[in-house]
């Protein structure tokens, strides 16, 4: 019974095993990344915002490891626009990407 015990709190010590990616994109902006920039930084996994030109001072490119900006204001030329997106994530180095809500998480081809 010793035993048992010694050993559930042996496991309680351990750490947690390494994430599953080194660096995460967050394709999205506002409260949605703020949440996930949050949730990543508490597992210890770098993060990268991306923002137009008018977010730049927003508080999830604030809050965020490193953030890139991917265009002018119109989510058009900049959240939706996929290959500024697909830019960010080869010139970060970021081997995940959370889509957040909205704008490419609802696009299929941008999850090819």
Known sequence: FRDAILSTEEEIIKPPP???????LIANRGEI???IIRTAHALS???VAIHS??????LH????TESVCIGPP???ES?????????AILSTGADAVHPGY????ENAEFAR
């Not at 490119?61 to 965020?64: D, G, K, L, M």
């Not at 939706?80 to 830019?87: G, P, R, T």
């Open 18 to 24: 390494p994430p599953a990616f080194q660096k995460l």
């Open 33 to 35: 990344a703020l949440r």
């Open 45 to 47: 996994i770098p993060t």
């Open 53 to 58: 030109t008018i977010d730049s001072n927003s």
């Open 61 to 64: 490119v604030q809050h965020a």
């Open 74 to 76: 119109s989510s058009s």
């Open 79 to 87: 959240y939706l626009n996929m290959d500024a997106v697909c830019d």
């Open 102 to 105: 909205g704008f490419l998480s």
